[in-house]
């Protein structure tokens, strides 16, 4: 292929769709991506250049020089996105764990992986140290996502997070210092020249991303960058950050980036959440397309390479290594056996390691040593491996350890009201697991009077972040009486939970027409196909408007139910084959056989009625109760 606009919009479709597909069917995103890269590179070979010499790999082909910058760059932004999401409150009572994944844990990790490529896949000691420190790596690319699909509690996710963020630039580094002491020591350096080079070019690295991050963050909150300057400001700024640490220390720039992604992240900069999307955003463009080009890239001779001896080193790296390196690591530091059994089975490999495997390989081939080129077929096998037995086996180890809700995805409501407590209390006898939010305790008392779970605080607040695991949930309400409160509940939570799964109700009665309201870009769904006001809906409930369940089956149809319901009904939601349907404006529902239908409806005539003589009985004995009471002066009661 010579059309590079044509190569790109390939390479674009084959990750975003891969993308698209693991969402839509709740799958690993990175073992799609191996695949369709593996399709198109040594299977159909639809990159391949006409006029490229010999045994030369497609890809490096088709972009040439600009191979090794295009993954370079990738590389730096996703491990700067990955340092943004670092926050150190989320630490707490984890520090220990996680300063132990990192020391003793990631020497432990060297050695043993190195000792495994060198006894059992047969590279040369050179390159088995090398190939041990790149295995160090536990990858955000595929942490981060395996957390989303799996809904791990706050702890354990927390601790695989920060470890795969924080060993990503050290395994680079680890590499780096075996490259610089194999091309140093040919060249008559010494063992503690080279050790105190890397040290002293870490260190500069740090302190430069930490320099880098302190200004921009000081940049940012003095107001010196308007608002849509400050994501392209930024993401060249995290560039020239890159550049500058490697030309400080080779590979440093790595460790650069992640230093100032995790300084802008405690930095308690006023719009962080909206940086945050942007790099997400890019992050996931350059993960699609930097995987595919690297599968790609492979060939047929490179994927032959694997024997069973590579099989073995992988069954060794999988049930030796990694379980062994966390057990020995996590000694004494307070971690309960089920985190440090679910750790040390979840490492799975991704972008980083591959293409620091990559470049080392070929550099250390051009060196004119063995097995550089085995070390990318090795890493491929690795990440493949690891991702796929990974991304099937988190969800149900962290559920059969008591690591993950076994209960379906629940409803936040945030905001109580009369109405919301109704709801929510019908919701929990329906066994939707569900949670009333509100910053009111007096608001709270009627959802606590029904026994249903509740937290009281701002949903908003960063304390909430330790004390509400948004994981549980899989819709949000946002129902409270605040229109803009409401509206801002959605917008800063949308990113996390998504907006097709935030509803929002009218605060007020108001119509499409009325310019005073709030921009629909700021608020989620609206709640409910009428998209009628909260006061309409605690009216409503005051004058008996009840919840009514129904099953509709073939002997009571849909279209029956549609009319015995009546147009001025309204459905709240349908539950079909376990998975929840909230009624909207945007997306109006339409029951169907074996659907659980949940709608609110005025209180049947006859219970009207039995209400109606309830109440008169109660007035009754009232009064009677009021006549034949003593008056409060003590005198004679009235006749």
Partial sequence: ????????????????????????????????????????????????????????????????????????????????????????????????????????????????????????????????????????VTGPTVIIPLLRQSKLNPRPATLLKWEGIVNDPLGALL????????LLGDHGGTSVDIISSLILGSALALGFGYAF????????????????????????????????????????????????GVTLANSRIASINDLRLFKENITIVLVSGVFIILTANLTMDSLRALDWSAFWFLVAMLFVVRPLTVFLSTIGSGLPWKERLLVGWIAPRGIV?????????????????????????????????TVVLHGFTISPLAKALGLASRERPGVLIVGASPFSAALAAKLKEMEVPVTVADASWRRLRPVRLANVPTYYGEI???????????????????????????????TDLAPEMGRASIFQVNARG?????????????????????????????????SGWIFQRTKISEEYPPEQYKKDLGAENEVILIIRKGEIMFASQEAPLKPDIGDTVLAYIPKPPEQKAEKAKEKAKAKENAEKAKADAPPADGGPAKA
């Fill in 1 to 136: 292929m010579e059309n590079l606009v044509l190569a790109f919009a390939i390479i674009g479709a084959l990750g975003i769709g891969a993308q698209w597909l693991a969402w839509r069917f709740n799958l690993p995103a990175i073992v799609l991506m191996a695949v369709a890269g593996i399709i198109a590179g040594p299977v159909l070979n639809i990159f391949a250049a006409p006029d490229a010499a010999p045994g030369t790999p497609p890809m490096e082909a088709l972009f040439g020089e600009f191979y090794r910058p295009i993954i370079a760059v990738a590389v730096a932004v996703i491990l700067f996105e990955g340092g943004l999401q670092l926050n150190f409150s989320e630490l707490r009572g984890l520090t220990r764990g996680v300063r132990r994944l990192v020391f003793p844990g990631v020497p432990i990790a060297w050695f043993l992986a190195a000792a495994a490529a060198y006894l059992i896949a047969g590279l040369t000691w050179q390159a088995a140290l090398l190939f041990g420190g790149i295995m160090v």
């Fill in 175 to 182: 590499a780096v210092l075996v490259y610089e002491f194999l």
């Fill in 213 to 260: 991050g302190r200004f921009t963050a000081t940049t940012f909150r003095r107001g010196w960058a308007p608002e849509y300057l400050k994501p392209p400001i930024l993401l060249a700024l995290v560039l020239i950050c890159f550049e500058f640490a490697n030309l400080i220390q080779e590979e440093g720039g790595l460790l650069s980036v992640t230093a100032m």
């Fill in 353 to 385: 390691a591959v293409a620091v495997s990559s470049f080392f390989g070929a550099s250390l081939t051009a060196a004119g040593y063995l097995d550089g080129d085995k070390l990318i077929a090795l890493a491929f096998a690795m990440v493949f491996a």
């Fill in 460 to 490: 908003l607040s960063e304390v909430t972040e330790h004390h509400v695991d948004l994981n549980r949930f899989g819709y949000l309400l946002a129902l409270g009486g605040n229109e803009a409160h409401n509206a801002l509940v959605a």
């Fill in 510 to 542: 108001k119509d499409e027409e009325d310019r005073k309201a709030l921009s629909y870009t700021l608020q989620g769904r609206t709640f409910l196909h009428s998209g009628v006001a909260l006061d309409e809906l605690v009216r409503r409930h005051y």
